[in-house]
């Protein structure tokens, strides 16, 4: 169990960039989600893929915003045309299919800065 | 709508005293309830779970009780240590298709020596 791998740790970029960061879950896990998190605040719900379906989108995701994940492994998540209001540590979890109580698994994050 | 909400910070204790961190929840139905700790730097780590009314979940001395009658879900421990400065989260499992989780704002516990 490698655990879940965010990549990159950290991205800078002006606005109106577009940026793309990459969520590697644990391997058996077929559920993966996102989540984005503001200083002071606890993690939001963005989408959520059981395989390669997106199953739910939250309205926090705009149009700006696009998430894949081929063949249900890694996922990408593509920010278009950056706004300041972007800048937020992105989340990625994964976690298997069963019961309600099963527990999701973190990564580190990826922290998005807007110039 | 469903969330949870968790006392302010920041918690400043010295080490070996007793530690309390408030959480309740609105929710409809019956989540899964967890206490989430993010070190410096880190992600989030799962320190317990419950998943139904009475339920006790413990981990690395920490416990919590799933209080259905409260609504609530308190962390827990006798004896904090330097070492377990970090924040606090604690999140309800929706549960069904999505079992996505909803997050508290968080609670920063700062232990001294």
């Known amino acids: 169990d490698t655990g879940v791998s965010q990549d990159p740790r950290h991205k800078i970029t002006k606005r109106g960039q577009n940026v793309t960061f990459r969520c590697d879950p644990i391997?058996?896990?077929?559920?993966l989600y996102w989540y984005r998190q503001t200083l002071g605040q606890g993690p939001e719900f963005l989408t959520y893929?059981?395989?390669?379906?997106?199953?739910?989108k939250s309205r926090l995701l705009s149009d700006r915003f696009s998430a894949e994940r081929p063949k249900g492994s890694f996922s990408t998540l593509e920010i278009q045309r950056t706004e300041q209001g972007d800048s937020a540590m992105y989340l990625c979890?994964?976690?298997?299919?069963?019961?309600?109580?099963?527990?999701?698994?973190f990564g580190d994050g990826t922290r998005l800065s807007i110039l | 709508g469903d969330s949870v909400t968790q006392m302010e910070g920041p918690v400043t204790l010295s080490e070996e005293a007793f530690l309390t961190i408030n959480c309740t929840y609105t929710?409809?139905?019956?989540?899964?309830l967890f206490w989430y700790v993010q070190y410096p730097g880190e992600g989030l780590q799962l320190l317990l779970k419950?998943?139904?009314?009475?339920d006790k979940g413990s981990n690395k001395g920490f416990e919590a009780t799933y209080r259905k009658e409260t609504t609530s879900f308190h962390l827990e421990k006798g004896s904090v240590q330097v070492s377990d400065s970090a924040v606090y989260f604690c999140?309800?499992?929706?549960?069904?298709?999505?079992?996505?989780?909803?997050f508290g704002t968080g609670t920063l516990l700062a232990v001294q020596p």
């Open positions: 391997s058996e896990h077929n559920r």
């Open positions: 893929f059981q395989n390669e379906a997106q199953l739910e």
């Open positions: 419950a998943t139904k009314a009475d």
């Open positions: 979890a994964s976690s298997l299919v069963g019961g309600d109580g099963q527990p999701q698994h």
């Open positions: 929710a409809t139905g019956y989540p899964s």
């Open positions: 999140a309800l499992g929706k549960g069904g298709a999505t079992n996505k989780l909803i």
